[in-house]
């Protein structure tokens, strides 16, 4: 009997390490899904990248039409994600440590609270994202269209961004995306469609990329 205790406990053992080390690293993950995982009487919400996918947390919906194909195009993602779920210290890890990104990320944060820090709360009530691409120099350097029309996707001042930041490697993703804020409007935008573009890159210090610019809307 007690070699019989033994053993299941060395199975149990065993069966948990294996949980453990089984988590995929961030790097491994290339499409979002939402997995529930029960800790301790407690349910961690984790997520993964997969097609169609909507979430919805406390009223506030995420919802993608498009999804990920790349690690770059995944962290602008996360940055709509993290805005809907409230985890804001989440996007220090996908944001560049800049003091005008660290001002809008606590901003974020206290709008979304309210009370002290505000006498209305601010806050987006849903992302939709329509679609997600990352771009070719042609695409985001013409600042008109052969036709002569201007380029929607045209990023004015990108390598001024890129020098300034001495980033080694880059690129431009662009989303397409519908919003609606809780009071219907933030700053100077209103609900609706919009379409912006994100430098995520790194430069010689930097071990993982990370956002460091946001385009105009």
Same mark, same amino acid.
Request: aromatic share 14%; hydrophobic share 40%; with cysteine.
């Given at each position: 009997?007690?070699?019989?205790?033994?053993?299941?406990?060395?199975?149990?053992?065993?069966?948990?390490?294996?949980?453990?080390?089984?988590?995929?690293?961030?790097?491994?993950?290339?499409?979002?899904?939402?997995?529930?995982?029960?800790?301790?009487?407690?349910?961690?919400?984790?997520?993964?990248?997969?097609?169609?996918?909507?979430?919805?947390?406390?009223?506030?919906?995420?919802?993608?039409?498009?999804?990920?194909?790349?690690?770059?195009?995944?962290?602008?993602?996360?940055?709509?994600?993290?805005?809907?779920?409230?985890?804001?210290?989440?996007?220090?890890?996908?944001?560049?440590?800049?003091?005008?990104?660290?001002?809008?990320?606590?901003?974020?944060?206290?709008?979304?609270?309210?009370?002290?820090?505000?006498?209305?709360?601010?806050?987006?009530?849903?992302?939709?994202?329509?679609?997600?691409?990352?771009?070719?120099?042609?695409?985001?350097?013409?600042?008109?269209?052969?036709?002569?029309?201007?380029?929607?996707?045209?990023?004015?001042?990108? #390598? #001024?961004?890129?020098?300034?930041?001495?980033?080694?490697?880059?690129?431009?993703?662009?989303?397409?995306?519908?919003?609606?804020?809780?009071?219907?409007? +933030?700053?100077?935008?209103?609900?609706?469609?919009?379409?912006?573009? +994100?430098?995520?890159?790194?430069?010689?210090?930097?071990?993982?990329?990370?956002?460091?610019?946001?385009?105009?809307?």
């Amino acid at each position: 009997m007690k070699h019989g205790i033994i053993l299941i406990n060395i199975v149990l053992f065993l069966f948990i390490s294996g949980c453990r080390n089984s988590t995929p690293s961030r790097a491994a993950v290339n499409h979002l899904a939402i997995e529930t995982i029960r800790i301790e009487e407690k349910y961690v919400p984790k997520y993964e990248f997969i097609e169609n996918m909507k979430l919805i947390v406390d009223g506030r919906i995420f919802q993608l039409e498009d999804t990920p194909k790349n690690t770059l195009e995944e962290i602008v993602v996360r940055d709509f994600l993290y805005s809907i779920t409230a985890e804001f210290d989440k996007k220090y890890d996908i944001i560049a440590n800049i003091e005008p990104h660290v001002i809008a990320i606590e901003n974020e944060r206290k709008w979304f609270q309210g009370g002290i820090f505000s006498e209305i709360r601010y806050f987006v009530q849903s992302y939709i994202i329509h679609r997600i691409t990352t771009l070719t120099i042609d695409q985001y350097n013409q600042e008109k269209t052969v036709s002569g029309e201007i380029n929607p996707l045209f990023y004015w001042g990108w #390598q #001024q961004r890129i020098n300034e930041f001495n980033l080694i490697e880059y690129d431009i993703i662009n989303v397409e995306f519908t919003v609606v804020f809780s009071n219907g409007y +933030f700053g100077n935008l209103a609900d609706g469609s919009y379409n912006r573009s +994100f430098i995520v890159g790194k430069n010689q210090d930097d071990l993982i990329y990370k956002i460091y610019d946001f385009g105009l809307m």
